[in-house]
């Protein structure tokens, strides 16, 4: 089934460690690419998106993915998390499939320790 | 005003009970979408609309009925819901749907829906 795969559901971090989540799909041909947070309490808002050219894009709050078409993956990276990085991270693929639809992963909860 | 907004917060609803969930953005956004989710789950597209007309319906049961008045509102009518239909419904904006580039979503904080 055609569908987007988000590896690990729950990663715990210290501070200043490096944060990599992946995220794979399995649509082919053209894709728009996202990865949204939600903070605890808070509605989920948009880290970063890809929709064509320079495969390494850059968001919010010092967060990066690296489009890789060959793998069909669009891990999300961060050199150094905070505490405050502490949420849950969705990775969203747009794909024209009966109309324009954006598909969530399941998500990853990451915990970053003090 | 770079929110979206819905409302209520929060709703309690009988099996046999009308209700009707609101979302507004006064971005200039002329995509909007109710997404569903429920607990330790992702977000499931329901439906979209682009430029106020009905895009997609993602089999969603005639129990659940949208509606766009204009380019700011969006409302998703209630009537006879199942217990199963307790969920967060989320809103969101786009700034287009067409031509399958979608500029990213702006989320509103949702509506809790407890059916009862």
């Known amino acids: 089934a055609q569908s987007v795969s988000q590896h690990n559901h729950h990663v715990i971090l210290s501070e200043a460690a490096s944060l990599e989540l992946g995220c794979n799909y399995s649509?082919?041909?053209?894709?728009?690419l996202f990865w949204y947070v939600q903070y605890p309490g808070q509605h989920l808002q948009l880290l970063l998106k890809?929709?064509?050219?320079?495969?390494l894009v850059k968001g919010i709050k010092g967060f990066e993915a690296e489009f890789i078409k060959s793998k069909f993956s669009f891990n999300l990276r961060k050199p150094s998390v905070q505490w405050s990085d502490t949420a849950e991270y969705f990775c969203a693929v747009m794909r024209n499939t009966g109309g324009f639809k954006t598909i969530f992963g399941a998500g990853t909860r990451l915990f970053v320790k003090a | 005003d770079t929110e979206v907004t819905q409302t209520p917060k929060h709703l309690v609803m009988g099996m046999t009970n009308k209700k009707s969930l609101k979302c507004e953005q006064h971005?200039?956004?002329?995509?909007m979408y109710w997404y569903k989710q429920k607990a330790k789950k992702p977000p499931e597209l329901m439906f979209v609309?682009?430029?106020?007309?009905?895009?997609i319906n993602e089999s969603v049961p005639s129990r659940f009925s949208p509606e766009c008045p204009n380019s700011s509102l969006l409302n998703l009518h209630l009537h006879a819901l199942q217990p199963e239909d307790s969920a967060l419904y989320l809103c969101a904006s786009s700034l287009s749907h067409a031509q399958g580039i979608n500029y990213g979503y702006t989320f509103g904080s949702g509506t809790r829906l407890t059916v009862v």
């Open positions: 649509y082919g041909g053209t894709v728009n």
């Open positions: 971005m200039g956004h002329r995509a």
């Open positions: 609309y682009s430029y106020e007309k009905l895009s």
């Open positions: 890809y929709f064509s050219g320079d495969p």
